[in-house]
Structure formats: C-alpha cells, structure tokens
C-alpha cells in the first residue's frame, strides 16, 4: 500500500528571508600575511601568527590594490544556507574556491516551505537587457504575486504528496515542485573566492564595477559579508578601499 497524504494548506510554510549561519571557520588577517611574506621571509614568516596583524595592515591594502590573490585563500569559512531553489542555482555558478553539499530531494521528503516575497521587493522590470532597472510594484500587483504563488505551491506540493502516496520514488516525485521550495546546503569558501562571489552578487555604493544580482541572492550574500567582515576586518576595510574588486 502507498502512503497516506497528511499536508493541508494549513501545513505549508511561506518564507521571504533567508537564513545563513558560519557553522565553521578557520580565517583571520594573520593568514594573509604569513602567506605573503613567504615569499622574502621564508620559515620565518611563521612569526605573522605570533604579531597584531595591524601593524601590517599596509601590506593587506597593498595586496588588495595591486591583486595579488593568492594570499587570501589561505583559509576557510563554511556557511549552512537555507534559500529558494532558484537561489542555490545562481549560486552554483561560483565554481572556483567552492564547495557545496545540498540536501537531497532523492534521499529525503522534501518540506513544504515554500518562498513569497514580502512588499519591499521590487517587481517591475523597466528596461531591456543589460540596461533594465527594477522599480516598486503596486499593491494588487503584490497581492497577485503573494496569492497566485501560494495557491500554485499548494498544488504542486499536493501533487508530490499524491505521487508519494502512490508509492513513486522520491527522485521521481520531486519534478513537480517548483524552484521556490526552500532548500539548504553547506558552502565553504576561502576569503578570495567569497569577494569574488560579493563582487558579482551583491550592490554597493564602494564597488567600481557595478553589479545587478537578483535580490535574493543579494540577501545571502549580505549575510555572508557581515560573517566575514568579522572574522577578517583588515581584509574586509582594504576590498572596500579597492573597489570591492577580488584580488
């Protein structure tokens, strides 16, 4: 026998944050420095570990100006992200300096929660590719969005209960369910690929190049900034300086 459906509508989940959390990390200014100063300093660049990464903060502005990337992966953040389906998709773009592990739709039942964008987000596009900008939607238009989301992730979501229900495997069951499911997954970066990362995927009134993410990835990645802007504060004040351009 199959199993029985038990969600109702009442039991869907509707969300318009997103959440970040650094589960782990292994990152500070030290660890640009030692790895810089190798170079002339060989084994006795060790002693950057021992001394106030302040008094060089010079050198991390310097590295950061004239790009000299590679000191800045010698350490690790790792994130656990909960987001839209659609978000993740963006975010596997971002290959190098990566690594991602994301719940799976073939191992587990997959929860219905499910994401609706609250009045702040901007609906309209104005524009044509490459030269649009987004402005506020109306209220109808907000509540045409909210209500034909809702009602299509209750179908959706009742039709994977029903597939379930009729014994189909979950790989198979899950291709009814749209990119606005919630979904999570561990992503671990060095500080190097996570600048490159904010750079492309976030606004800032600092960066030289301009960038247009779409919001929701934005919000992770302003979640993940004030992270590492803690955990790095040095590094994070010269890619400021810099334009907010990767090394």
Known sequence: MGRTPVTTPESLSFRSDVTVELVKSSASDADVLFAARVSTAGEQSLDELKKDPERSKGLINYLMRDRHGSPFEHNSMTFFISA????????MRHRVGW????????????????????ASRKLVQQGRPGKYVFVEGTPAQHEAVRGTLEESYEQAYAAYQKL????????VARSVLPVGLF?????TC???SLMH?????????????????????EMVGER?????????????????ANGRVAP
Do not use: C
């Not at 990362?197 to 990835?217: C, D, N, Y």
């Open 84 to 91: 839209p389906i659609f978000v993740f998709r963006e975010f």
């Open 99 to 118: 690594s991602y592990n994301e719940e799976s739709g073939r191992y587990r039942e997959l929860e219905p929660v499910f994401y609706v964008p609250d």
């Open 164 to 171: 379930l229900a009729e014994g189909v495997a979950r790989e």
């Open 183 to 187: 979904s999570s997954m561990y992503a």
């Open 190 to 192: 060095n500080a190097r």
């Open 197 to 217: 990362f904010l750079g492309l995927r976030t606004q800032h009134e600092l960066a030289k190049v301009p960038s247009f993410p779409q919001r929701e990835i």
């Open 224 to 240: 993940m900034e004030a992270e590492w802007a803690k955990l790095m504060p040095l590094t994070y004040v010269a890619f400021n």
